[in-house]
């Protein structure tokens, strides 16, 4: 089990270890951990969501896959985490079960509303996050 602070940018996990290193629930794309006070998201490039990176910042579509998005829950989390202490961790899955390590990151400005297909096809609004790397001087 390796410890958060060991994680290297492009690391490749797996869903077991990233659990355990995180000590947070093995599904979702947002997993909060009140025990290590993170946030980890996932964006699943094999799933629904239409996450994009744009000039280095992640848009990172918020929680729900059916109808519009709320802001509650770990969308709320997310939209105020530049105040509730919380430290957030991005990973991207491009290929099944690996989970590769993008880092440490922080809003890079406020969330905003999208349109995109929920998981019946349906055209939705969506919360979308911008985000950077914690340690980026954008």
């Not at 990176?53 to 992640?58: A, G, K, Q, S």
């Amino acid at each position: 089990m390796k410890e958060i602070k060991d994680l290297q940018i492009n690391t490749i996990i797996d869903n077991y270890q990233l659990c355990e290193t995180f000590k947070c629930s093995p599904q979702g794309g947002m997993r909060r951990s009140h025990r290590t006070n993170t946030l980890v998201l996932i964006s699943d490039r094999t799933k629904l969501y239409d996450d994009r990176t744009v000039n280095e910042i992640y848009h990172y579509t918020g929680m729900g896959q059916k109808g519009d998005q709320q802001l509650k829950s770990q969308n709320k989390t997310l939209a105020e985490s530049k105040s509730n202490g919380i430290t957030v961790h991005y990973f991207e899955v491009m290929t099944k079960g690996k989970y590769t390590y993008r880092g440490e990151v922080v809003l890079a400005a406020d969330p905003y509303t999208d349109l995109q297909k929920d998981v019946d096809g349906r055209m939705r609004n969506v919360w979308v996050f911008p985000l950077k790397k914690a340690d980026s001087l954008l």
